[in-house]
Nanobody
Framework: QVQLVEFGGGLVQAGDSLRLSCAASGLTFSRYAMGWFRQAPGKEREFVATISWSGGSTHYADSVKGRFTISRDNAKNTVYLQMNSLKTEDTAVYYC?????????????????????WGQGTQVTVSS
């Protein structure tokens, strides 16, 4: 079966960096666009970033643009989220997700319903 497993969460201070990884199995990884979402306590899950199957196209939420970078390694079936200049408001559970999408216009993949598979999430806590 399809599994998405996130790694790399933890407790950091504001201004620090953190890199999340998401290892995928049970699917043809290169046929899926990948995304990162997050959910803070008491809030709805929100879009963070997405990347096309080839890695050639990316899209970010305004709140993370310029600070976060999504990338992927299709040989390793892994997607990454490099998070720099972290802020306390970045504190959340971060989820990776896979969308069966062969196009490059990933700007449409900002809604959770567009994604077919989800990981279990990894906690990121940013202290002041």
């Amino acid at each position: 079966q399809v599994q998405l497993v996130e790694f790399g969460g933890g407790l950091v201070q504001a201004g620090d960096s953190l890199r999340l990884s998401c290892a995928a199995s049970g699917l043809t990884f290169s046929r899926y666009a990948m995304g990162w979402f997050r959910q803070a306590p008491g809030k709805e899950r929100e879009f963070v970033a997405t990347i096309s199957w080839s890695g050639g196209s990316t899209h970010y939420a305004d709140s993370v643009k310029g600070r976060f970078t999504i990338s992927r390694d299709n040989a390793k079936n892994t997607v990454y989220l490099q998070m720099n200049s972290l802020k306390t408001e970045d504190t959340a559970v971060y989820y990776c997700a896979a969308a069966r999408f062969s196009g490059h216009m990933v700007v449409s993949l900002v809604v959770s319903l567009e994604y077919d598979y989800w990981g279990q999430g990894t906690q990121v806590t940013v202290s002041s």
